[in-house]
């Protein structure tokens, strides 16, 4: 099973929104709505973000959002904080019952 | 709390074994499906294996298939990875994460044991 597709790194000003895209294919991201999304500090355990495409866990900053179209996934984060600067990471569910991440995308505030 | 604390981790030699431990806190351990996920040093997450919440299903990653051996002890409130046959790529941290439903939404992780191979 080959990881999703992610762009390594997306930069942005504060309180510019940005978008991350997570590229999968007809056996994960393309036939479930079963995608995740999980930002992680250096040194720090991954936290939930998003998860069944667009559900915010209880908690989660309404700044954050997610979708999908086709085998195409993605995480929006708008009014950018210096507090979002983090890696952040897909995953889907598969058709072999396994689980699938993404490359992982290092988010930059300048 | 709830909360899941792994440990176990260490430094071992190529072909070598260790049982990973995650304990968990706060919530009703044998309803949840749990997960194993892992990160090689500077690199990204891969999920490497899941158990049912009664133990009785497991399914792993091809790349733990036949080395890598998921339990639970709900009695306890704890899972276990057993790996065996172990080489210098299987280095990294080893997260266990709690599943919310049988599809993931990994919602819930513990801090992370490391596993060193190396001889």
């Known amino acids: 099973q080959s990881a999703l597709t992610q762009p390594a790194s997306v930069s942005g000003s504060p309180g510019q929104s940005i978008t991350i895209s997570c590229t999968g294919t007809?056996?994960?991201?393309?036939?479930?709505?079963?995608v995740s999304w999980f930002q992680q500090h250096p040194g720090k355990a991954p936290k939930l973000m998003i998860f069944e495409v667009s559900i915010r866990p209880s908690g989660v900053s309404s700044r954050f959002s997610g979708s999908k179209s086709g085998s195409t996934a993605s995480l929006t984060i708008s009014g950018l904080q210096a507090e979002d600067e983090a890696d952040y990471y897909c995953t889907s569910f598969t058709t072999s019952n396994t689980w699938v991440f993404g490359g992982g995308t290092k988010v930059t505030v300048l | 709390e709830v909360q899941l604390v792994e440990s176990g981790g260490g430094l071992v030699q190529p072909g070598g074994s260790l049982r990973l431990s995650c304990v968990a806190s706060g919530f009703t351990f044998s309803s949840y499906w749990m997960h194993w996920v892992r990160q090689a040093p500077g690199k990204g997450l891969v999920w490497v294996s899941r158990?049912?919440?009664?133990?009785?299903?497991?399914n792993y990653a091809d790349s733990a298939t036949g080395r890598f051996t998921s339990s639970r002890h709900n009695a306890m409130n704890t899972l276990y990875l057993q790996v065996d046959g172990l080489r210098v790529e299987d280095t990294a941290v080893y997260f266990c994460?709690?599943?919310?439903?049988?599809?993931?939404?990994?919602?819930?992780w513990g801090q992370g044991t490391l596993v060193t191979v190396s001889s």
């Open positions: 007809s056996s994960d991201v393309g036939v479930y709505n079963y």
């Open positions: 158990i049912s919440g009664d133990g009785s299903s497991t």
């Open positions: 994460a709690r599943g919310s439903s049988g599809y993931g939404n990994f919602d819930l």
